[in-house]
């Protein structure tokens, strides 16, 4: 019979066990995702893509109006536009509208030298990441407006 205020010495065991193997098993769910190096180079791409894509200071269309997001204005493409409308440290890229065909109609790039170097052979560099994002948009030529494919290439970590 089990008195009141008895000690059960197997219940408290199984209960010491429990905590132990609990507090194991957060700790080292905790180191691991602590010491975890997070790619964050394809977030940066798809931020790029729609800042360039959205923004009447980047590459959008912009009448009397309104602006046209996702359509792109030919014009606003070129390299100091693209130095004021995304500027990060450490990250480069390259700005290229295509046909369907997949000729390229204009390209810009914002790259130091050694990013421009390293972007060619990025994928065996081990300390550069590189990504490359395609979107289909619309793009205005002279007064018309067609459909082509924006190719973002994003290098980083030089």
Do not use: H, W
């Not at 008195?3 to 691991?32: D, H, P, Q, R, T």
């Not at 790029?48 to 602006?67: M, P």
């Amino acid at each position: 019979m089990k008195k009141k205020g008895s000690i059960n010495i197997v219940e408290y065991i199984v209960y010491i066990l429990f905590i132990i193997v609990s507090a194991f098993f957060i700790s080292v769910m905790a180191f691991k995702y602590l010491n975890e190096d997070i790619n964050t180079i394809r977030l940066e791409t798809f931020i790029l893509s729609k800042k360039l894509v959205s923004s009447d200071q980047c590459l959008a269309f912009k009448d009397e109006a309104r602006i046209y997001q996702g359509t792109i204005d030919l014009e606003k493409l070129n390299i100091d536009n693209l130095k004021t409308c995304y500027t990060k440290e450490n990250l480069g890229y390259t700005v290229k509208i295509k046909t369907l065909d997949g000729n390229i109609i204009k390209s810009a790039k914002n790259l130091n030298l050694r990013q421009e170097a390293y972007l060619p052979i990025c994928a065996k560099v081990n300390d550069v990441k590189c990504n490359i994002r395609r979107d289909l948009i619309l793009y205005k030529e002279n007064e018309n407006i067609k459909t082509g494919i924006i190719e973002i290439e994003v290098i980083t970590g030089v």
